[in-house]
Each structure stands twice: as structure tokens, then as C-alpha cells.
């Protein structure tokens, strides 16, 4: 019976120490069932064949090797998209849509803003903004051609494509512009950091997007020659980063830099505004 299955899967995963055992359990299953959540519980006494059983039982393996659900899934949910994720992308996070809120905030008296995201892996943050502000045109560029294979199929998946353009390009390009506003979610993992991470980030994600390498400090620098004056550049950084990424603006002559709180309440978020006058 379902229900049998459901109790299988959340012991099994629960033995492998994950702590989210009974989500988990639901959302693979349900996955494997083509159900809704809701569906599990009103028919937990259905009987199932062999291989509803077999397909439950595999995504929950996969699971239960530590492989992060959002990846056995294939999708995940941000703000009010459904994004396709794999192992070529990081897995969009709730602290990312606190940078989306202030990205947001900065735009929204702006009728047609133009926005660069630097380093989009899966699109999210592009695909959050353009789908939230109705005339925003978003410029999404990222190092990796597989991480930009994923967000076209994200971009597949909407009606933006007449607002969101991706572009293979690094940091030792020109950012083009100008723009009003430059975001990004770069690397900020030390590798010390990274042995200390669950294995389902140190072992799936992919570590060109995790590993801090100088990447933060090279996004503000370039992005002060893609900015209009006025323009606003919004960085998600590390959990102890926030003062020390404060003072970098600062020191970079942002002015109006401030860091913001996530959802738990920690500062991820910092941002400042590049005047021209104060230009290096």
C-alpha cells in the first residue's frame, strides 16, 4: 500500500541522517506516483503495483546517497517560478529570494530598467526579477556553458524570452551596460568551509559556483564600468561576510551600502549604489 511505502521511505532516509526525512519521502513519492502531496495522504491506502513501488523506491535510493532531492526531483521551486535543476547548477535557496526582494525594491519606480545578473547558473534570479517586474530587461551572463544550458531551459519554460538574454561571458570580459542595476550570487565558500558543508553540497553542487576565488571582489570592480549613474549592485555573500563585503563597496566608493538580513536573520545581502563623481 502507499502508506507503506511512505513509512519505508522515511526510515530509510531518516537511517541515512537526513534531517528532512518525511518531506523528502512525500515529494519523491509523489514524483514517482505523478500525485500531489495531498493526494498522498487522502489515498494512503491505495494499492500499488510492482512498479510504483520500483519507481518510489529509486528516486528514495537516490535520496538515501545523499544526491539532494531538488536534484531526483529535476525541479525546484523559487519565488513564482518552477526551475529544472541539475548537478550543473546550484540549487536556488530561500536566501536568494531575499536578494531578488531587494533588487526588486531598487526597481521598482523604473518603467523599463535594464539589469545584469552576473553568473545566473540556473536563471533564477533573471527569470525572478523579469517575472516580477513587467518591464525589466534582464541580461544574464554566466562563465559556464553548461550552467547556461540550463537556464535556457529554464527560459524555455516562461513567456521572458523577449526580456531575458543570456550570454557565455566572464569576468575578464566587459560587463557591456549601462545598467541600473547588477546582481549576483557569486562563489563565497572558502574551502575550509567546504569539508564543514552537508555532504549533499560538497559532493553534488558544482564547486566552480560554490568555491570563493575572488569572484566577489571582481563583480564589484567590473560592475562600477557597467553601471549608470545611480546604478545599484546587489551581492548575496557568505554568512560572515557581510561586514567585510560592506567595507569592500565602501572602499570601492559605493555609497548608500547597506547589508540586509536573510529570512533567518542573518546579514547575506549587501548592497551599494556607484555615483559616477566618486569614480575612481
Given at each position: 500500500?502507499?502508506?507503506?511505502?511512505?513509512?519505508?521511505?522515511?526510515?530509510?532516509?531518516?537511517?541515512?541522517?537526513?534531517?528532512?526525512?518525511?518531506?523528502?519521502?512525500?515529494?519523491?513519492?509523489?514524483?514517482?506516483?505523478?500525485?500531489?502531496?495531498?493526494?498522498?495522504?487522502?489515498?494512503?491506502?491505495?494499492?500499488?503495483?510492482?512498479?510504483?513501488?520500483?519507481?518510489?523506491?529509486?528516486?528514495?535510493?537516490?535520496?538515501?546517497?545523499?544526491?539532494?532531492?531538488?536534484?531526483?526531483?529535476?525541479?525546484?521551486?523559487?519565488?513564482?517560478?518552477?526551475?529544472?535543476?541539475?548537478?550543473?547548477?546550484?540549487?536556488?535557496?530561500?536566501?536568494?529570494?531575499?536578494?531578488?526582494?531587494?533588487?526588486?525594491?531598487?526597481?521598482?519606480?523604473?518603467?523599463?530598467?535594464?539589469?545584469?545578473?552576473?553568473?545566473?547558473?540556473?536563471?533564477?534570479?533573471?527569470?525572478?526579477?523579469?517575472?516580477?517586474?513587467?518591464?525589466?530587461h534582464v541580461t544574464a551572463i554566466d562563465a559556464s556553458e553548461d550552467a547556461l544550458a540550463v537556464a535556457a531551459r529554464n527560459l524555455g519554460?516562461?513567456?521572458?524570452?523577449?526580456?531575458?538574454?543570456?550570454?557565455?561571458?566572464?569576468?575578464?570580459?566587459?560587463?557591456?551596460?549601462?545598467?541600473?542595476?547588477?546582481?549576483?550570487?557569486?562563489?563565497?565558500?572558502?574551502?575550509?568551509?567546504?569539508?564543514?558543508?552537508?555532504?549533499?553540497?560538497?559532493?553534488?553542487?558544482?564547486?566552480?559556483?560554490?568555491?570563493?576565488?575572488?569572484?566577489?571582489?571582481?563583480?564589484?570592480?567590473?560592475?562600477?564600468?557597467?553601471?549608470?549613474?545611480?546604478?545599484?549592485l546587489v551581492l548575496e555573500v557568505g554568512d560572515s561576510r557581510g561586514e567585510a563585503t560592506s567595507r569592500l563597496l565602501q572602499e570601492l566608493s559605493y555609497e548608500e551600502v547597506q547589508a540586509s538580513p536573510d529570512l533567518?536573520?542573518?546579514?547575506?545581502?549587501?548592497?551599494?549604489?556607484?555615483?559616477?563623481?566618486?569614480?575612481?
Amino acid at each position: 500500500m502507499l502508506g507503506e511505502l511512505l513509512a519505508e521511505g522515511e526510515r530509510h532516509l531518516d537511517e541515512r541522517g537526513i534531517d528532512t526525512a518525511r518531506l523528502d519521502t512525500d515529494l519523491l513519492v509523489a514524483k514517482a506516483l505523478g500525485l500531489t502531496r495531498l493526494e498522498l495522504y487522502l489515498d494512503r491506502d491505495r494499492v500499488l503495483s510492482d512498479e510504483e513501488v520500483a519507481a518510489g523506491r529509486a528516486l528514495l535510493e537516490r535520496r538515501g546517497r545523499r544526491e539532494p532531492a531538488a536534484y531526483v526531483l529535476g525541479e525546484w521551486g523559487f519565488r513564482r517560478l518552477t526551475l529544472e535543476v541539475d548537478p550543473r547548477v546550484l540549487i536556488p535557496r530561500p536566501g536568494t529570494e531575499t536578494v531578488v526582494e531587494r533588487c526588486l525594491g531598487h526597481l521598482r519606480r523604473l518603467e523599463k530598467p535594464e539589469v545584469l545578473d552576473v553568473g545566473t547558473g540556473s536563471g533564477a534570479i533573471a527569470l525572478a526579477i523579469a517575472d516580477e517586474h513587467s518591464g525589466a530587461h534582464v541580461t544574464a551572463i554566466d562563465a559556464s556553458e553548461d550552467a547556461l544550458a540550463v537556464a535556457a531551459r529554464n527560459l524555455g519554460r516562461t513567456a521572458l524570452g523577449d526580456r531575458v538574454r543570456l550570454a557565455h561571458r566572464d569576468l575578464a570580459e566587459p560587463l557591456g551596460g549601462p545598467y541600473d542595476l547588477a546582481v549576483s550570487n557569486p562563489p563565497y565558500v572558502t574551502g575550509e568551509e567546504l569539508r564543514g558543508l552537508e555532504p549533499e553540497i560538497r559532493e553534488w553542487e558544482p564547486m566552480v559556483a560554490l568555491v570563493d576565488r575572488g569572484q566577489t571582489e571582481a563583480i564589484a570592480r567590473a560592475a562600477r564600468d557597467a553601471l549608470r549613474p545611480g546604478g545599484w549592485l546587489v551581492l548575496e555573500v557568505g554568512d560572515s561576510r557581510g561586514e567585510a563585503t560592506s567595507r569592500l563597496l565602501q572602499e570601492l566608493s559605493y555609497e548608500e551600502v547597506q547589508a540586509s538580513p536573510d529570512l533567518t536573520g542573518r546579514d547575506r545581502v549587501v548592497e551599494g549604489r556607484w555615483v559616477r563623481s566618486n569614480r575612481r
